[in-house]
């Protein structure tokens, strides 16, 4: 049971950490390219 548990809270910290990443970066290129934030994470999130 502690295994599934670690597991499962390893991969939400790792989702987390990912989730950080990413925004991180499409407000970089948004900023970047001046184009919206949210129509650059539209065509990249899928």
Do not use: C, D, K
């Not at 970047?32 to 899928?46: C, H, Q």
């Amino acid at each position: 049971m502690w295994a599934v548990v670690g597991q499962v809270v390893g991969s939400l910290a790792v989702m987390i950490a990912g989730e950080r990443f990413f925004v991180g970066g499409v407000e970089r290129v948004s900023e970047s390219l001046r184009i919206p934030a949210g129509l650059i994470a539209l065509v990249l999130t899928p």
